[in-house]
């Protein structure tokens, strides 16, 4: 051994030595410490397993180590793996702190029976404090190469993510079909030659009030996400939204100025039928109490501008200014509100109106205003009592929501409304249809009993249960299209009931009865085991009849329903094995929708994953029904694979995004803006 006190300069033979920020450990034969940052050992086994655990090693020529970088960088490497070395490299760059740095992350192997073997070697770019860059060089056997960027930023007043994907030519385009010629097949063919997408969505505050967002997407052509897949979260892979806003808001003032448009990606969408775009679209709302009267003033208005490259365009004003009286207390509270709904239409018709008649069905303007009276109340009794050692108290919670609104004249045209989907909540609307184009008509009372059983020691509501329905003193009229049937409506009766079992297990369900056929329309339960840390049991069963109302003609004798288990876990095995798994099922079809199965491994020092998914095509885009023998549902298999070494190459987010998504519950280390990802 040497030392030199004067310059800290350090020789030692045959030593180990540990790295306390990591933490890790190593033997080295010589160990030459040259400052007090800065070391080298020669040759040398590096390893973040704890004493006694030799899963993984990194084996050496040379390993230099900078603390005051928080950077290890090792020559002439290999690593063994339970014993198997099973990687050489000639460099190898690692952290020895929490720091970010640059490099390579750990790489992914995944096989698919329409892209054949994937390989993904992600490196990352740490640019600075506060914005990465992340390149992902994506080999599949089957298509070709695809190139995949991700770019990060945050600030005091922003974040984002900006996504850029090329894949610059597909070796998995169809062959020609002999009716179709070659001019055309290349023509065809052409538009596939360069693929890719583009997505951006960020968050600016430009003051305390005045907030941006933006949120766009682009895709080369209709088939790309379905094949390829994204990293942005998009949830209609049919009309693709993009939109960007600026909203404002201080004391009981808000307005927002948005606009959006759409990439419609289905083929069986015609022209006449794709979304309008909002081009631009203003809202605006006041809320304040006026004058110590107990009276609440709150005033809501839209202009908005509607586009469409075929169809009738408009410019819309909605004002709905309303005055409640709300009264309320400990035990109880009644809320009768009174608001005005005015539209006005300035309508530019097409010269030629694709799916429209030619004729005017209106002038150039329409207008429209009702009324719209609704009181909502409800009283809440509580009484405490003993269930064996354990203190509760129970809720009784009776609600009555009444509505009035009278039939007016609504614009056969339909820019932006929809019809809300039916549940609980929906019993106390003051309007059935979302959007402004539609406003229905209603005389309406409708009951609903609520109880809670609370644990008073934890807190925890141990149940609720939840009845309501909608009665009907007159039915209502106005219907979402000009074609849509109208018929007696009778509410279905509406019941939830949930309950924290215990401070792992919960149950939730909620079903509805239909009246006036009879019959279940809904059915819903889900038991779920989450103890907070990735151990999951999923048990589900989904059932949904569409109703009959707005469809012509009726078809009775084949209601479109679905019909669906759901099954899914990741649980412990045996000393850090776990077992992960989803089998969704159509009762209906007789299909599985999705299957998976798969092991995990995790230690202290390493990760080892391995899933095998099955899925029909187009579960994930565009789902396929017909299971005639002219169009059969045929599936797809992908597996993946992923190994990680924990301070040395930061697990990638690929396994735990997927199961993310797919297993309810589970949750990953990582959110969007805080990944902290260690390259080697």
Known sequence: SLMKLKSDEVVLRNSQFILETVPSRGVARVVHIDDKYKSRYEPATYTTCPPGNQNWLLHAKNIS??????????????????????????????????????GFLSPYVGHSTTNGFNIVAPYYFNLAPNYDWTLTPRVMTNRGIQLRNEFRYLSESSNGRILAELFPYDNAYPARDPNTSLAQYYKTR???????????????????????????????????????????????????????????????????????AYQTLDP?????????????????????????TG????????????????????????????LSYPLQN??????????????????????????????KIYGDTFSRTAPIFSVDSGISFEREFSLGSTSM??????????????????????????????????????????????????????????????????????????IGKIIYFKDPLVTIAKNAAQTTIKSNLVGEANS???DNWSIRSTGQWNPKYDRVDRGQVSLQYNNKANQLLNLGYRYRRDPYEGVLPPDKSNPRSTDQTDFSFRLP??????????????????????????????????????????????????????????????????????VEFKNLGRFGQQVDQFLASTISGFRTDYDTYGTNPQGF
């Open 65 to 102: 180590i900078d603390k005051e970088s928080g950077r290890g960088v090792a020559k002439q490497a290999w690593l063994e793996f339970m014993g198997v070395p099973f990687l050489y490299t000639p460099w190898i760059s690692f952290p020895v702190d929490d720091r970010r740095k640059s």
């Open 573 to 642: 095995i045996t000393d850090g094995w776990f077992a992960i798994g989803r089998w969704q099922y159509s009762l209906d079809t007789k299909l599985t929708v999705e299957a998976m199965a798969g092991i995990e491994r995790e230690t202290c020092c390493w990760r080892f994953s391995l899933l095998g998914l099955q899925y029909q095509n187009g579960a994930y885009g565009t789902v396929a029904t017909n299971t005639s023998s002219n169009n059969p549902v045929t599936s797809n298999t992908t597996f993946f694979f992923q």
């Open 393 to 466: 108290q129970q809720t009784l919670e009776p609600r009555l929501f009444y509505l009035y609104v009278p039939k007016t004249k609504q614009p056969v045209l339909n820019f932006d409304s929809a019809e809300y989907d039916f549940n609980f909540y929906q019993l106390f609307r003051e309007n059935r249809f979302a959007g402004n184009d539609r406003l229905s008509d209603a005389n309406q009372l409708t009951p609903a009993l609520t109880t809670r059983f609370i644990d008073q020691d934890s807190g925890l509501e141990r149940l609720k249960l939840s």
């Open 268 to 292: 069986t969408i015609s022209k006449a039928g794709r979304p309008y775009r909002r081009l631009p679209q203003f809202t605006f709302g006041y809320n304040r109490a006026l004058f110590g």
């Open 500 to 502: 924290m079992l215990s």
């Open 295 to 322: 009276l609440q003033f709150q005033g809501t208005g839209e202009f908005v501008q509607f586009d469409h490259s075929v169809n009738v365009t408009a410019q819309r004003l909605n004002l709905r200014p309303s």
């Open 190 to 260: 052409e538009k596939y030659g360069t693929r890719g997408q583009f997505g951006w969505v960020g968050n600016t505050r430009l003051m305390d009030s005045l907030k941006a967002h933006v949120d766009l997407h682009y895709v080369s052509d209709a088939d790309y996400l379905n094949q390829l897949g994204t990293l942005l979260y998009i949830n209609d892979w049919r009309n693709i939204r993009s939109w960007a806003n600026l909203s404002y808001a201080e004391g009981g003032f808000s307005a927002t100025l948005a606009a959006d």
């Open 330 to 359: 400990t035990w109880g509270y009644l809320t009768p509100r009174i608001s005005l709904q005015h539209t006005e239409y300035w309508l530019n018709w097409p010269q030629t109106a694709d799916g429209l008649n030619s004729q």
